[in-house]
């Protein structure tokens, strides 16, 4: 994985940012995960969970090499899942969150610095994306 150095950053700033070099290099594959668990909400599975992601991407008929360093850098998916819910919060309904040191911290400007300024986010964070959920709101539709 590329990525610049940020020095003087929080443990959680660091995490957000490697979650977003992963997806700048990783775009596809970080779009094929988000498709695997869309499917996972579109069939009512109410928690996906981190350790059963492979298992779900070998059912969707895609290979694993789409997960590239994901796999193995188990530090990726508190970051990747939040960004996830913040473009599209349906995935809530499936994703569930453990207490993170990135709950803390805005997400969106490092997503905009590292991946694209141009990206919308439905949701300002994983919580928002809950509440979108909780609320029926069509944006989580």
Aim: charged share 30%.
């Amino acid at each position: 994985m590329q990525m610049q150095l940020h020095f003087g950053l929080s443990d959680a700033e660091r995490a957000a940012y490697d979650a977003a070099y992963w997806v700048r290099d990783n775009r596809e594959a970080f779009k094929a995960l988000m498709a695997v668990i869309h499917r996972q909400v579109d069939m009512g599975n109410p928690c996906v969970k981190q350790g059963e992601i492979e298992s779900y991407v070998r059912q969707s008929g895609l290979k694993l090499d789409v997960l590239g360093e994901f796999s193995h850098n188990r530090n990726l998916y508190p970051g990747l899942t939040r960004y996830m819910v913040m473009l599209r919060p349906r995935l809530a309904r499936s994703i569930r969150f453990r207490k993170s040191k990135l709950d803390g911290i805005d997400l969106i400007p490092i997503w905009h610095e590292v991946v694209d300024p141009r990206t919308v986010f439905l949701a300002k964070d994983r919580f928002e994306a809950e509440h979108l959920v909780e609320t029926g709101d069509a944006g989580a539709a």
